[in-house]
């Protein structure tokens, strides 16, 4: 245990990975900082079933749409490396974005069957051709035998796991849970920027997502989707989408409900955007 060893430039991390691939796996969990107890939740899992875990800590500047919002984005590189100092065996990758996008970085969007469009990519257009596009350039630099991501970001998911099959990446996509704090609140870095009150006003979200849950599937899908929005209205959030999709095309239901169907919300707290998701 100790302060984890930061590597700033993909050459020294690669040589350093390439040695411990000699004695088993190497896990990977990509992050852009302001670790929380999800992320350290996906580090404890990918120790379970690595030798040697790289966790890059990275604010991409290509998956935001909103100047504001990369730059109100929460920066706590000292803080990250002590929460991780309680692992053994865990590295972090730190770069700068010219490390990540040398000059020679060459990238064409890659065709995610839509899944790239539908929800948050209506609201954030081009963010998960953003998404893609670093983690296509950080699987080629760390090439790590598994990668661990959060449910909390439910779509992006379903995009790296359509991405990793497009371009054929030999890398395992391992999904963990959500992490709530007690009172449901799915954990997320951009709750560092809510305020009490707003920490309070956010459990709407959760909470109308249970409510919608317990309507069960007697209902269809657009009715219960109208009795969650006027559920949430209730509140003093603005809600940027509400929709029951298709687990697997992220298609909206509205008549039928499918074998899988999750219901994905954005919405902002005071000024915050917060995204969460629950399977219905
Ligand atoms: O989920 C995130 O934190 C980011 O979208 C990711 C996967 C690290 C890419 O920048």
């Known amino acids: 245990m100790g302060m984890p060893t930061v590597y700033t430039t993909a050459h020294v991390l690669s040589s350093v990975i390439s040695t411990a691939k000699k004695s088993g796996k190497v896990g990977f969990v990509p992050t852009m900082g302001a670790l929380h107890h999800g992320h350290l939740s996906l580090v404890n899992k990918a120790l379970e079933e690595n030798v040697l875990v790289v966790v890059s800590i990275f604010v991409n500047p290509t998956q935001f749409n909103n100047a504001s919002d990369l730059s109100n984005y929460p920066r706590t590189l000292t803080t990250d490396l002590e929460l991780l100092s309680v692992f053994d065996n865990v590295i972090v990758y730190a770069p700068g974005v010219d490390d990540i996008y040398p000059k020679n970085d060459f990238f064409e969007p890659v065709d995610l069957d839509g899944l790239d469009t539908r929800l948050e990519g209506e609201f954030r257009p081009g963010h ?98 109208e009795l969650g929005t006027a559920y949430f209205s209730k509140g003093n959030l603005s809600l940027e989408y509400l929709e029951i999709v298709d687990a697997e095309s992220l298609m909206l239901l509205t008549n039928q409900w499918s074998a899988h169907s999750v219901c994905c919300i954005a919405a902002y707290c005071e000024d915050v955007r917060l995204i969460d998701n629950l399977a219905l």
Request: proline letters at 4%.
């Open 128 to 225: 998960f051709q953003g998404v893609v596009h670093v983690v296509r350039n950080l699987f080629n630099i760390v090439q790590p035998h598994r990668a661990y991501f959060g449910e909390k970001d439910f779509q992006q998911l379903a995009v790296i796991r359509r991405m990793v099959k497009r371009l054929n990446f030999p890398i395992e996509i391992v999904s963990c849970p959500t992490h709530r704090s007690e009172n449901g609140l799915a954990l997320s870095s951009r709750n560092m920027r809510l305020t009490e009150q707003g920490l309070e006003d956010a459990l709407l979200i959760s909470q109308t997502l249970n409510y919608m849950k317990n309507l069960g599937h007697d209902s269809t899908p657009s009715k219960v989707m």
